[in-house]
């Protein structure tokens, strides 16, 4: 089955809808996958879970869904960095659910490797394990935390080939290759599709995980934060 789409629109107008659960790879704005959030609010929908590390910066990443009100839940491990976010949150228009870090991480890699769910030390004793089920294992205290099973994932990649096997670069490794096994359908964005294919011992990410697969635009990195020092 051909992978590639000619752009990132095309790639996502017949698979979304409104009110499914999207999981988007990316670390403040390092592996965005900026060509999908970009295709993704042109599509319009509306009251979308959004599953990322953060939901980037005003104007920015995630933030454009933000400021289109297309997202009505957010499940996170930090949004500081989102003026936006934080205003929507406190008019009651937006739900937060916020996981640690590493919780979120696993919550997605079990989600992709058909893990139901896991208990963890983790949050327990704290407003992130209300609700939640607790249990004693060798007289310590864990919550239940469930799977990540999203609708739709969005990654951005390094290089891929035709098959849609990924390798990432760097920092923009980071959630990226947990996003990818997560969804349902797995769209990803690449630098550069190589003519042949990777070497297999280079590979990340697996093409069984990617349905759909584009070349991402070319353009200038964003930078979230940047900090300079004076001339001497």
Known sequence: MAKSWSSASEALQDVVRDGMVVAVGGFGLSGNPT????????????????????????????????????????????VGENR???????????????????????????????????????????????????????????????????DLALVHAWRADAEGNLVYRHTARNFNPLVATAGRITVAEAEEVVEGWLDPN???????????????TEREKQIEQRTVRSAA
């Not at 590493?102 to 992130?128: D, S």
């Open 35 to 78: 060509d999908l959030i970009e295709a993704l609010r042109d599509t319009g929908a509306r009251d979308l879970t959004i599953v990322s590390n953060n939901m980037g910066v005003d104007g920015k990443g995630l933030g454009l869904l933000l400021e289109n009100r297309q997202v009505a839940k957010v499940i996170a491990s930090y």
């Open 84 to 150: 936006m976010f934080a205003q929507q949150y406190l008019d009651g228009k937006l739900e937060v659910e916020f996981a640690p870090q590493g919780t979120l991480a696993e919550r997605l890699r079990a989600g992709g490797a058909g893990i139901a769910g896991f208990y963890t030390k983790t949050g327990v004793g704290t407003p992130v394990a209300e609700g939640k089920p607790v249990e004693t294992f060798d007289g310590e205290r864990y919550v239940l935390e469930r799977g990540i099973v999203a």
């Open 202 to 216: 280079a590979i990340v990410t697996p093409g069984i995980f990617v349905q759909r697969l584009v070349t991402a």
